[in-house]
């Protein structure tokens, strides 16, 4: 079926930006809905932002200042974060919304911010 991969994940100061890329399987219909999810130290994982046909979603602390995208013919979807705070650090996965056809977690990746 295709592995998830994240990559793009860095060491960023305050205030700085990274964007961040999700190898999506072409076993993942362009109809379904994906997000960003991330896990911090202690914490359970959370959704951050989704995205599905026409519309997209984003967590309160992070509204205005992520994107999420989709480019179907790169099989790729990505996160822009902006204006980003130390309280963004943790490790970022990308996956399927529905649980019912959720696949394996990718390995995710790192983002570190700095104060």
């Known amino acids: 079926q295709g592995q998830l991969v994240e990559s793009g994940g860095s060491l960023v100061q305050s205030g700085g930006s990274l964007r961040l890329s999700c190898a999506v399987p072409r076993s993942i219909s362009r109809f379904t809905a994906m997000g960003w999810y991330r896990q911090s130290p202690g914490k359970e994982r959370e959704l951050v932002a989704q995205?599905?046909?026409?519309?997209?979603w984003y967590e309160a602390s992070v509204k205005g200042r992520f994107t999420i995208s989709r480019d179907n013919a790169k099989n790729t979807m990505y996160l822009q974060m902006n204006d980003l705070k130390p309280e963004d650090t943790a490790v970022y996965y990308c996956n399927v919304i529905d649980q019912r056809i959720r696949r394996a977690w990718g390995q995710g990746t790192q983002v570190t911010v700095s104060s």
């Open positions: 995205t599905s046909v026409g519309d997209t």
